[in-house]
């Protein structure tokens, strides 16, 4: 490429090139920065439940609200604590094999090592999270066990929809940081960004570790129909297949696209 340079360009060489050197360099220390993720994500979902709980207590319209906004805050602890999210990933290392900055399978096996670590994090903390005062007051009535319920209830391909769509959001907002210099605009692009997807319900597949988790280990989780091992990795599978195509494909693979057969209109 001549003329100008795409900063889309330069952020995915850069950020390809450190995941790609932190894993081959230690695994542990990318686990490490694989489970914040998960746990950043965990301690969002956590407050947000209990918060939508509250807020459903003064009018049933308001907990949806609350848990979104809270939820969003989760991707800018990751975002700004530079942890490795299997979402972002997605896109990142989609449009890195594609520039010819990563082998394809290096891609891949980096994507899968993330997501194992990423659900780690959300376990650990759903476990601890069920050990504290907040959580004892759960019921099969609570905000959360209706989110699992109905996620569980899905069809496949009904899962592909939104999570295709939940990462396109997702993405939304991390090409917003990458494009953005202003700090503070950067946290308002994406909290609006995942806002969105959170408060229509889409499937973000990390996430669900986190609320999946956090009844699972709950004294409520047999008030949830179906919630059995076979169904949550089906509903995980399809998530992740769906975070990949609006990820990877539609947001990873069009701006490289779009970075590279021109440079006049670079981002």
Known sequence: MSGTTSVFLEKISESTHKKEALFDDSKALYAIRSIFAGAFLTMSTAAGAIAADKMNAIHPSLGAFTFAFIFAWGLIFILFLHSELATSNMMYLTAGAY???ISWGKAITILFYCTFFNIVGAVVLGLLFNQTHAFEGLTAESFMVGVVST???KTFIHIIIEAILANVFVNTAILG???IKDN???VFVAIAAVFMFVYLGNDHVVANFASFSLVKFSHVAGAVDNFTLVNILRQWTAAFIGNWIGG???MGLSYALLNSKTDTYLD
């Open 184 to 186: 503070i605009t950067k």
């Open 99 to 101: 520039f010819k900055k």
């Open 248 to 250: 990877g494909v539609i």
């Open 177 to 179: 940081y990458l494009f």
């Open 151 to 153: 996620k569980l209830h």
